[in-house]
C-alpha cells in the first residue's frame, strides 16, 4: 500500500508564494509519475502538474510560469513550488501516484493512491 501525505498548504496574500511538499511510504517513487491536483469548491478535481520518472514535466496552462514541480528519489518526495499565487488558486491540493510506471497520466482516472490534501487559500 502506497502512502501519501502533503504538507505545506496554508493562508497567503495574492503575489505570495507557498511550497507544498509530498512525502511517499510504501515504495519508491523513483520509477513512477507523480501529479498534484487541485480541487475548489463546486468544482471538479484537476490536475496542475506531473512529473515523470525521468523527469519530465507538464503544467496546465494556468500555472505555467508560476509552479514548479520538482522530487527527490532519495527522500521520495515530490514538491510543488507556487510562486505569484492569485486568489484562482485556492483550492484543497492533493498530490498522486499511478499504481503502473510509465508517462504521467493527465486524468484523476490514471492515478490510483492519493494523499488526504492540503488546503492553501490565496486572499485578495
Known amino acids: 500500500q502506497v502512502l501519501l501525505v502533503e504538507s505545506g498548504g496554508g493562508l497567503v496574500q495574492a503575489g505570495g508564494s507557498l511550497r507544498l511538499s509530498c512525502e511517499a511510504s510504501?515504495?519508491?517513487?523513483?520509477?513512477?509519475?507523480m501529479g498534484w491536483f487541485r480541487q475548489a469548491p463546486g468544482k471538479e478535481r484537476e490536475i496542475v502538474a506531473a512529473?515523470?520518472?525521468?523527469?519530465?514535466?507538464y503544467y496546465a496552462n494556468s500555472v505555467k510560469g508560476r509552479f514548479t514541480i520538482s522530487r527527490d528519489n532519495v527522500k521520495n518526495t515530490v514538491w510543488l513550488q507556487m510562486n505569484s499565487l492569485k486568489p484562482d488558486d485556492t483550492a484543497v491540493y492533493y498530490c498522486?501516484?499511478?499504481?503502473?510506471?510509465?508517462?504521467?497520466?493527465?486524468?484523476?482516472?490514471?492515478?490510483?493512491?492519493w494523499g488526504q490534501g492540503t488546503q492553501v487559500t490565496v486572499s485578495s
Open positions: 498522486a501516484a499511478p499504481k503502473l510506471g510509465g508517462v504521467y497520466p493527465l486524468t484523476t482516472n490514471g492515478y490510483d493512491y
Open positions: 512529473i515523470s520518472g525521468s523527469l519530465s514535466t
Open positions: 510504501g515504495r519508491t517513487i523513483s520509477r513512477y509519475a
